[in-house]
């Protein structure tokens, strides 16, 4: 460094030479930043090495941005067992180990970047999907900042003066150049080799077996990884992967935060054996933690940062996810087959809380009954002591198209009304899961073309504001009319079970479950005075849980039978595991003394810290990867089979947010949760 600095070639007398004392424009500033960093690569040895590291102007999308839809950056283009070449072009988010930004020192704003940068960084995880975190700087003609992104929300640096402090902005540079691709936040433990053209052609994943011994894995290359869109929360990967044997197994990387109250491999472990449910093979836990990526933490407000550990869940493999069936037997038995499965969890105590096409996967070329179809994800899963679990309902979690009534109504709840989730909130959830595929869908698998009433109903479905959402939904199972214009817009192929089958769900759904829930829910309170729980006005519902399933599985099991599959209609049985497992007893609901804090009016928004004390950073988190209102589709998204863009809703502890402004506050509250909603579209 002090021989770089001595040579009088890029810094002398206290200022970098090539950098102009009073840019009138912001782009004055690329090139001759482009050159500093070159020169401080090769300076470094950096562009000798096999895992090459170049400066570029390249422009990227910016999705928030008021300006242009595109404006340039300089992008450090990245060689290395980590990154692919584009075809046709030398920069993409799959080759970028990092961004360098620039800016006018008079105009220069840490929260425009913020913005700017994270439509840029959801890109570069889902290009890069063993990406741990990524960094950024925003440097003007006197000034640099450090940006950091992962998975608990975004921190950056105070401006530092790089005429000053010219060793400081050195190291800033190298270390977002690395070779080392964990120092650029990248996942080691997944590689890949590439051909000379920079495309992938084989990879490997290393983690832990049973016995706790290190075991690789090669990457099945055709087939994912399965990549949940969004930066903040979960940030679920799915890799599908072969041993030596040839066996296929799915590896799940995620990461959970620390108020998690019970962990999925704790779950997975108790529903071993569960015909329908996912296995486990191995359990990976506290892999990284962001708060070991991040500056000091200490200063922020309470709940600002939310530190979030990375687990990795190896399991048996099964086939592709619903939205891939090819056959109306294929898809009916699937939904049959994981309705019984979700059936079988509850025998557990094990309530799912994120029922979507995503996590019912389709069992292999002809499985038996029970295997058809098989539910998986248990991370934001709650294990329960009766019924309905301790948790209340919350828009926030889950998956917003396939969300129950009853959970998008406490949106605008009261607090002490909000309910709590219960099973049947995800038999509702497996009901519009079957809706959207009879709108999306024919029966041989093909996608339908739109029509104005599928783009009407499924966009609104995939509005972000949870009360426009039951709106739709609200109409949709309610209005008679409904009968008719689904029977109109559906694919004809699906009249054969349209009466019995569509008709009789929906029917059940709203006069049975739905409708009946709707007038009991201001029939009692969730919280007495003293704030424990009150008893659950449900009861006269809930306990009908035998015959609920009984309805539900015994419509799909007549379905198939008229279709032409080859099984019977089951009688009624009692609530038992499907594995040989004696019958488990359900007792009356019970639940713990806790107390609710807010009633979902206005949700949590994105929280930031800053004292005034020189040195300080600043984090910014939301609790939500909700996108803003404003970004409301006009037709269903067309998009491949796999809904693997999906965006998860936040957060998957069932720890309740701070609550609604009271009553008098309503409408100040709307325009707080509409500014806060537009925050979210940062992170999404």
């Not at 709203?510 to 709707?518: D, L, P, R, Y």
Request: aromatic share 8%; proline share 6%.
């Amino acid at each position: 460094m002090k021989k770089y600095l001595g040579g009088g070639r890029e810094y002398h007398n206290g200022r970098w030479t090539r950098i102009p004392d009073a840019p009138s424009t912001a782009s004055e500033l690329h090139g001759p930043m482009c050159r500093i960093i070159n020169s401080l690569i090769q300076h470094s040895g950096l562009s000798e090495t096999s895992n090459a590291r170049t400066a570029l102007i390249g422009h990227f999308q910016r999705e928030t941005t008021g300006g242009p839809e595109k404006s340039p950056m300089i992008a450090i283009k990245a060689i290395g067992p980590s990154f692919s070449s584009p075809k046709g072009s030398p920069l993409a988010f799959s080759n970028i180990a990092s961004f360098f930004d620039a800016s006018l020192d008079s105009e220069a704003d840490a929260w425009t970047h913020l913005a700017q940068m994270s439509d840029c960084v959801k890109h570069i995880f889902t290009q890069q999907p063993n990406r741990r975190f990524f960094r950024s700087l925003l440097i003007t003609e006197k000034k640099v900042q450090l940006f950091h992104f992962d998975r608990s929300g975004a921190q950056y640096s105070p401006p530092l003066n790089i005429h000053d402090h010219p060793e400081a902005f050195i190291r800033l540079v190298l270390g977002l150049t690395a070779t080392d691709e964990r120092i650029l936040g990248l996942d080691d433990s997944i590689q890949w080799s590439t051909a000379p053209n920079g495309t992938r052609t084989a990879g490997s994943l290393k983690t832990i077996d049973c016995d706790s011994a290190v075991v690789t894995y090669d990457l099945v290359m055709g087939e994912g990884p399965i990549i949940r869109s969004g930066l903040l929360g979960r940030g679920t990967t799915c890799w599908v992967v072969r041993n030596e044997r040839g066996e296929k197994f799915i590896v799940k990387d995620y990461w959970v935060s620390d108020d998690r109250i019970s962990s999925e491999s704790e779950l997975l472990e108790e529903v071993k054996g569960l015909k329908g449910v996912c296995q486990m093979v191995s359990y990976e836990d506290n892999r990284a933690q962001t708060l070991d990526f991040r500056g000091n933490t200490s200063t922020f407000e309470e709940g600002v940062f939310q530190n979030r550990t990375s687990v990795r869940i190896v399991m048996k493999a099964h086939g592709r996810s619903l939205e891939n069936f090819t056959s109306m037997e294929q898809v009916l038995g699937a939904l049959r087959d994981a309705i019984a499965a979700h059936k079988a969890l509850l025998s557990r105590h094990i309530i799912h809380r994120d029922i979507s096409p995503n996590n019912i996967l389709l069992g292999q070329d002809a499985a038996k009954e029970g295997l058809r179809g098989i539910l998986i994800d248990l991370d934001i899963a709650l294990k329960v002591s009766g019924l309905a679990s301790d948790a209340h309902v919350d828009p926030k979690v889950g998956t917003r198209m396939f969300q129950p009534l009853i959970v998008l109504r406490s949106y605008e709840g009261l607090a002490q009304y909000v309910p709590l989730y219960d099973y049947l909130d995800d038999l509702e959830a497996f009901f519009w899961v079957f809706t959207y595929i009879i709108l999306a869908y024919k029966p041989n698998g093909d996608r339908m073309l739109p029509n104005p009433f599928q783009e009407r109903t499924l966009g609104a479905w995939i509005r972000h504001f949870p009360d426009a959402v039951y709106a739709s939904k609200h109409i949709f199972l309610s209005s008679p009319t409904m009968v008719y214009d689904i029977r109109e817009v559906i694919d004809p192929g699906w009249h054969d079970i349209y009466d019995d089958l569509f008709l009789g769900f929906r029917a059940f759904m709203w006069e049975e479950i739905s409708g009946v829930k709707a007038r009991l829910l201001f029939m009692g309170t969730t919280t007495l005075p003293d704030g424990s729980l009150a008893p659950n006005r449900f009861d006269p519902v809930l306990e009908k849980v035998e015959d609920h399933y009984a309805r539900v599985i015994g419509l799909f099991d007549a379905a198939l039978k008229k279709v032409g599959g080859t099984y019977p209609v089951s009688p009624s049985t009692s609530l038992s595991t499907n594995s040989g497992d004696a019958a488990s007893e359900f007792p009356s609901v019970t639940t713990s003394a806790t107390s609710i804090e807010d009633a979902f009016l206005v949700e949590k928004g994105p929280g930031s810290s800053f004292d005034g004390k020189a040195g300080l950073s600043t984090s910014c988190s939301t609790p939500c990867n909700c996108p803003a209102s404003t970004a409301q589709p006009s037709t269903p998204p067309q998009r491949p089979k796999r809904r693997s863009e999906e965006a998860e809703l936040d957060d998957e502890s069932p720890k309740e947010s701070k609550r609604r402004c009271p009553p008098g506050r309503r409408q100040i509250g709307r325009i707080l949760g509409s500014v806060y909603q537009f925050c979210c579209t940062l992170f999404e």
